[in-house]
């Protein structure tokens, strides 16, 4: 105690001939404390830290007053292909083709998973992987909604888009009646003359090219749009 509204005290670990780490406990006035845990790495330093008021810092001590209940902090502006340069890193230790790692989301009251952000590797001993986003219809029918392949092809309403965006919807009768059944919809709200676009579409240069095709659900052609500007129909 140094005299005043705050003490310390120390749990301190130690090897045979060095202290190996500490946990430190702070009293700060009569009814309040803090605890962090310190590791040495050449010198004492903060690892993990829980404030009075219930929030956890890892690698600080102060976590912000904007921060719900935990924050990570690290000092790199690398990228992050290795471990040790990642704020946060969830690994499954099975080496099955097909694993899966995921962050999932529940409500207070419930019993099944609401949603879950998480990848899936197709392969076993490879560092790639497909991001996948999914959410819960009606309490038990959590599936994968959006997918981000390890090419980079996002797909929406399926996991094996067939090119750079492939949006699929699958109706089965559950959407709100008086919905428009679009896989896809844009709308631009600006109002301003001149800057109110819909869709921009850009490719192809002759015949051989495809700027934009519109098919039928049985594959037949509906309107092709070739590279050296001829409309078919």
């Given at each position: 105690?140094d005299g ?7 749990i301190d670990?130690?090897s045979a001939t ?11 006035g ?6 962090t ?5 050449g ?9 009075s008021?219930?929030?956890v ?7 912000s007053a904007s ?13 992050v ?5 990642n704020?946060?890193t ?6 099955n083709a097909?694993?899966k790692?995921?962050?999932?989301f529940?409500s ?13 590797f197709?392969?076993?001993g ?6 996948v ?15 981000i392949t390890?090419?980079g092809?996002v797909?929406i309403?399926?996991s ?6 492939s ?12 919905d ?5 919809e844009?709308l631009?709200?600006?109002?301003t003359a001149?800057r109110s676009?819909?869709?921009a579409?850009?490719?192809g ?5 495809r700027?934009?095709r ?15 500007k001829?409309?078919?129909?």
């Amino acid at each position: 105690n140094d005299g005043s509204d705050t003490e310390y005290k120390y749990i301190d670990a130690y090897s045979a001939t060095h202290r190996v780490g500490q946990i430190a406990f702070r009293r700060i006035g009569s009814t309040q404390g803090t605890l962090t845990l310190k590791t040495n790495n050449g010198g004492l330093q903060d690892a993990f830290f829980i404030g009075s008021d219930g929030k956890v810092g890892i690698g600080t001590t102060a976590p912000s007053a904007s921060c719900a209940k935990v924050q990570i902090e690290i000092d790199e502006n690398t990228q992050v292909y290795n471990v040790a340069q990642n704020a946060l890193t969830l690994r499954n230790s099975r080496d099955n083709a097909d694993n899966k790692v995921n962050l999932a989301f529940m409500s207070n009251h419930a019993t099944n998973v609401a949603g879950y952000v998480g990848m899936t590797f197709p392969n076993t001993g490879a560092s790639t992987g497909s991001l996948v986003f999914a959410t819960n219809s009606n309490g038990s029918d959590l599936a994968g909604r959006m997918t981000i392949t390890l090419q980079g092809r996002v797909g929406i309403g399926t996991s094996s888009p067939t090119a750079g965006l492939s949006v699929l919807l699958a109706d089965t009768g559950t959407l709100p009646d008086g919905d428009n059944i679009y896989a896809a919809e844009f709308l631009n709200n600006e109002s301003t003359a001149g800057r109110s676009y819909g869709l921009a579409v850009q490719g192809g240069t002759d015949s051989n090219d495809r700027v934009c095709r519109f098919v039928t659900q049985a594959g037949a052609e509906a309107l092709v749009i070739q590279g050296d500007k001829a409309v078919k129909m």
